[in-house]
T-cell receptor
Framework: AQTVTQSQPEMSVQEAETVTLSCTYDTSENNYYLFWYKQPPSRQMILVIRQEAYKQQNATENRFSVNFQKAAKSFSLKISDSQLGDTAMYFCAFMKHGAPGKLIFGQGTTLQVKP | DAGVTQSPTHLIKTRGQQVTLRCSPKSGHDTVSWYQQALGQGPQFIFQYYEEEERQRGNFPDRFSGHQFPNYSSELNVNALLLGDSALYLC????????????????FGPGTRLLVL
């Protein structure tokens, strides 16, 4: 069975600074997808970024980038130039290839961006 | 383009009752997955529907059941409610397959907050 672990329950960062959220996972699969989702207090889960395991290049979406280390089973999220609107709970999630829709989530990290 | 919608937004029930939650997928999506999110926790996969059949199921008891309609909308039913069923219930949709490969990105609805007293 796959598991996802987020070891930082809460983090804070000053506006305009950079913060990194950690995620590790455990799987015996070789083909899979990894995601970071953001859940603001409004509770709508929003996709931030995704990574296909077969791609060595780290995914980037504007101010968000990941550091994907397949051998170490690590998938961290870096948020650059943090904005107040980035305040939310962030979830790391795993999905096995061939099992569309069955996401396995970590426990989440609450990020507070301070002015 | 309408996103994923869920109803109701909030619901209060008492132990032993039954509840039905509803979800309409994003336009163009035919697959619906349901998740349970306890307070302060990550969502847990309940089950998934495609072509009106349950395709995958997580580790949830038979009290949790579902249905998918021909228009791809879906219902989640929970019987004999327990206090521990209090949670945010999220629905997510995706196209089952596009261009011969599975679509891997889930789009989530705003959820239904269920409180069991």
């Amino acid at each position: 069975a796959q598991t996802v672990t987020q070891s930082q329950p809460e983090m804070s960062v000053q506006e305009a600074e950079t913060v990194t959220l950690s995620c590790t996972y455990d799987t015996s699969e070789n083909n899979y997808y990894l995601f970071w989702y953001k859940q603001p207090p409004s509770r709508q889960m929003i996709l931030v970024i995704r990574q296909e395991a077969y791609k060595q290049q780290n995914a980037t979406e504007n101010r968000f980038s990941v550091n994907f280390q397949k051998a170490a089973k690590s998938f961290s999220l870096k948020i650059s130039d943090s904005q107040l609107g980035d305040t939310a709970m962030y979830f790391c999630a795993f999905m096995k290839h061939g099992a569309p829709g069955k996401l396995i989530f970590g426990q989440g990290t609450t990020l507070q961006v301070k002015p | 383009d309408a996103g994923v919608t869920q109803s109701p937004t909030h619901l209060i029930k008492t132990r032993g009752q039954q509840v039905t939650l509803r979800c309409s997928p994003k336009s163009g999506h035919d697959t619906v997955s349901w998740y349970q999110q306890a307070l302060g926790q990550g969502p847990q996969f309940i089950f998934q529907y495609y072509e009106e059949e349950e395709r995958q199921r997580g580790n949830f008891p038979d009290r949790f059941s579902g249905h998918q309609f021909p228009n791809y909308s879906s219902e989640l039913n929970v019987n004999a409610l327990l206090l521990g069923d209090s949670a945010l219930y999220l629905c997510a949709s995706t196209p089952w397959a596009s261009g011969g490969r599975y679509q891997e990105t889930q789009y989530f609805g705003p959820g239904t907050r269920l409180l069991v007293l």
